[in-house]
Nanobody
Protein backbone atom coordinates (compact mmCIF):
# COMPACT_ATOMS: atom_id res chain seq x y z
CA UNK A 1 0.00 0.00 0.00
CA UNK A 2 1.18 3.50 -0.82
CA UNK A 3 -0.37 6.66 0.61
CA UNK A 4 -0.10 10.19 -0.74
CA UNK A 5 -1.52 13.14 1.18
CA UNK A 6 -2.52 16.52 -0.16
CA UNK A 7 -4.50 19.56 0.89
CA UNK A 8 -2.41 21.10 3.64
CA UNK A 9 -1.62 24.78 3.78
CA UNK A 10 -1.95 28.02 5.66
CA UNK A 11 -5.34 29.16 6.91
CA UNK A 12 -6.61 31.72 9.38
CA UNK A 13 -8.22 30.67 12.62
CA UNK A 14 -11.86 29.80 12.07
CA UNK A 15 -11.19 28.66 8.53
CA UNK A 16 -11.41 25.26 6.91
CA UNK A 17 -9.17 22.84 5.04
CA UNK A 18 -9.74 19.42 3.55
CA UNK A 19 -6.93 16.89 3.54
CA UNK A 20 -6.89 13.98 1.12
CA UNK A 21 -5.07 10.67 1.33
CA UNK A 22 -4.96 8.64 -1.87
CA UNK A 23 -4.21 4.94 -1.48
CA UNK A 24 -2.77 2.64 -4.11
CA UNK A 25 -1.40 -0.87 -4.21
CA UNK A 26 -2.96 -3.66 -2.14
CA UNK A 27 -5.85 -1.52 -0.98
CA UNK A 28 -8.10 -4.56 -0.57
CA UNK A 29 -6.06 -5.42 2.52
CA UNK A 30 -6.78 -2.13 4.30
CA UNK A 31 -9.01 -2.41 7.35
CA UNK A 32 -8.47 0.82 9.22
CA UNK A 33 -7.37 4.22 7.98
CA UNK A 34 -6.74 7.29 10.02
CA UNK A 35 -5.05 10.60 10.53
CA UNK A 36 -2.32 11.48 13.01
CA UNK A 37 -0.74 14.83 13.63
CA UNK A 38 2.44 16.02 15.26
CA UNK A 39 3.18 19.57 16.30
CA UNK A 40 6.73 20.77 16.97
CA UNK A 41 7.93 19.61 20.36
CA UNK A 42 4.85 17.50 20.96
CA UNK A 43 4.03 13.82 20.77
CA UNK A 44 2.21 12.42 17.78
CA UNK A 45 -1.52 12.51 18.35
CA UNK A 46 -4.23 10.32 16.84
CA UNK A 47 -6.80 12.63 15.26
CA UNK A 48 -9.39 10.34 13.70
CA UNK A 49 -9.89 6.79 12.46
CA UNK A 50 -12.22 5.11 10.01
CA UNK A 51 -12.78 1.36 10.11
CA UNK A 52 -14.75 -1.21 8.14
CA UNK A 53 -14.93 0.77 4.93
CA UNK A 54 -15.91 3.94 6.70
CA UNK A 55 -18.85 2.68 8.72
CA UNK A 56 -17.13 3.25 12.07
CA UNK A 57 -15.31 6.46 12.98
CA UNK A 58 -13.58 7.79 16.06
CA UNK A 59 -12.17 11.20 16.92
CA UNK A 60 -9.84 12.75 19.42
CA UNK A 61 -11.71 14.88 21.93
CA UNK A 62 -9.78 17.93 20.73
CA UNK A 63 -11.33 17.74 17.24
CA UNK A 64 -14.80 16.32 17.88
CA UNK A 65 -17.48 18.41 16.26
CA UNK A 66 -14.95 20.23 14.07
CA UNK A 67 -13.25 17.51 12.00
CA UNK A 68 -14.88 14.83 9.87
CA UNK A 69 -13.14 11.76 8.48
CA UNK A 70 -14.59 10.09 5.42
CA UNK A 71 -13.66 7.56 2.78
CA UNK A 72 -14.54 7.34 -0.89
CA UNK A 73 -13.92 3.69 -1.60
CA UNK A 74 -14.53 4.18 -5.32
CA UNK A 75 -11.65 6.63 -5.46
CA UNK A 76 -9.52 4.82 -2.86
CA UNK A 77 -9.23 8.10 -1.02
CA UNK A 78 -9.71 9.19 2.55
CA UNK A 79 -10.49 12.74 3.57
CA UNK A 80 -10.24 14.87 6.68
CA UNK A 81 -12.52 17.87 6.59
CA UNK A 82 -11.30 20.36 9.16
CA UNK A 83 -13.58 23.22 10.15
CA UNK A 84 -13.31 25.94 12.78
CA UNK A 85 -9.55 25.55 12.79
CA UNK A 86 -7.57 26.80 15.75
CA UNK A 87 -3.89 27.74 16.03
CA UNK A 88 -3.38 24.66 18.20
CA UNK A 89 -4.37 22.52 15.20
CA UNK A 90 -1.08 23.51 13.55
CA UNK A 91 0.88 20.34 12.87
CA UNK A 92 2.10 17.92 10.26
CA UNK A 93 -0.82 15.65 9.44
CA UNK A 94 -0.12 12.11 8.27
CA UNK A 95 -2.48 9.47 7.07
CA UNK A 96 -2.08 5.85 8.05
CA UNK A 97 -3.45 2.56 6.75
CA UNK A 98 -3.58 -0.66 8.76
CA UNK A 99 -4.34 -3.96 7.12
CA UNK A 100 -6.36 -6.79 8.60
CA UNK A 101 -3.61 -9.38 8.88
CA UNK A 102 -2.97 -11.24 12.13
CA UNK A 103 0.22 -9.21 12.47
CA UNK A 104 -0.90 -5.90 10.95
CA UNK A 105 1.19 -3.91 8.53
CA UNK A 106 1.05 -0.18 9.10
CA UNK A 107 1.68 2.19 6.21
CA UNK A 108 2.29 5.92 6.61
CA UNK A 109 1.95 8.77 4.20
CA UNK A 110 4.63 11.43 3.88
CA UNK A 111 2.71 14.05 5.84
CA UNK A 112 1.31 17.44 4.96
CA UNK A 113 1.75 20.67 6.89
CA UNK A 114 -1.26 22.49 8.26
CA UNK A 115 -0.63 25.94 9.71
CA UNK A 116 -3.40 27.94 11.38
CA UNK A 117 -2.66 31.59 12.02
CA UNK A 118 -4.31 33.56 14.80
Amino acid sequence: VQLVESGGGLVQAGGSLRLSCAASGSIFSINTMGWYRQAPGKQRELVATSTSGGSSTNYADSVKGRFTISRDNGKNTMYLQMNSLKPEDTAVYSCVAIDGRLIPTITWGQGTQVTVSS
